[in-house]
């Protein structure tokens, strides 16, 4: 569903990301994980072109995402993107946030479009939430507003860049577990996570980077109990004792 061949990022002669390889089948929850400035969150927005690539090709089912000819708006609405900050529009309540872009982007009726929306944020919890606005809402109501938001658009995959890192940790529990329910439902995704535990228990293949190359991918099982790089046995070294 996401195939990433040979991509290099640079930002003038600082190069982030170095000749990456990465394929994420239907139906499978890639973890990224591994130290701050390794290039996980680059990585994950090249893939909608939130970032351009200096070199290689980034495909999601089939489309090419960094060559000219590609609809990007068109492209983008089958990518779910949610951001660790949420970027809810602070004048819209719950609701109107998760039908604006069904309505203006793809002509769907205010109807149909409310139903959907209320039965997106139902299932993530917030069914009394509809009339809210984002600043009457925890950071993790917010964040299950953001994710409810992107699955309006019925995207064929999900890109998370961080999405608990801003919030306090009795909130991140309720956002993991929203993410986990998604999982269930076959959804393709890809998760920039500090989240060990939650990396661990959902995810498919934990995808380790580390000075903008992937350095080990292997199954949570694999890779938490056996890393087999020394820099993967030092990361986890110490992110699980501390």
């Known amino acids: 569903m996401i195939s990433i061949k040979n991509v290099t990022k640079s930002y003038g002669t600082l190069k982030v990301l170095h000749d990456i390889n990465l394929e994420i089948p239907q139906s499978q929850v890639f973890a990224l994980i591994g130290p701050s400035g390794a290039g996980k969150s680059t990585l994950i927005r090249t893939i909608n072109a939130l970032e351009d690539i200096q070199a290689g090709e980034i495909l999601v089912d089939g489309t090419s995402v960094h060559e000219k000819k590609t609809d990007i708006n068109k492209l983008r609405a089958d990518i779910g993107f949610v951001f660790q900050s949420f970027n809810l529009y602070p004048h819209l309540t719950a609701l109107e946030n998760v039908t604006v872009a069904p309505i203006n982007v793809k002509g769907i009726g205010k109807k149909e479009a409310e139903e959907k929306g209320k039965e997106l944020l139902s299932s993530l919890g917030l069914g009394e939430k509809f009339a809210s606005y984002p600043g009457q809402l925890s950071g993790g109501q917010q964040q299950r507003v953001a994710i409810a938001r992107a699955l309006a658009m019925d995207p064929k995959v999900m890109l998370f860049d961080e999405p608990t890192s801003a919030l306090d940790p009795e909130m991140v529990k309720e956002v993991l577990d929203a993410i986990r329910k998604l999982a269930g439902t076959g959804m393709t995704m890809a998760v920039v996570t500090h989240e060990m535990g939650f990396a661990k228990e959902i995810c498919n293949q934990i ?20 890393p087999k790089t020394d820099r993967a046995q030092d990361f986890l070294g110490k992110v699980l004792n501390h």
């Open 207 to 226: 995808v380790f980077m580390a000075e903008g190359r992937i350095v080990e991918v292997a199954p949570p099982s694999e890779f938490f109990s056996n």
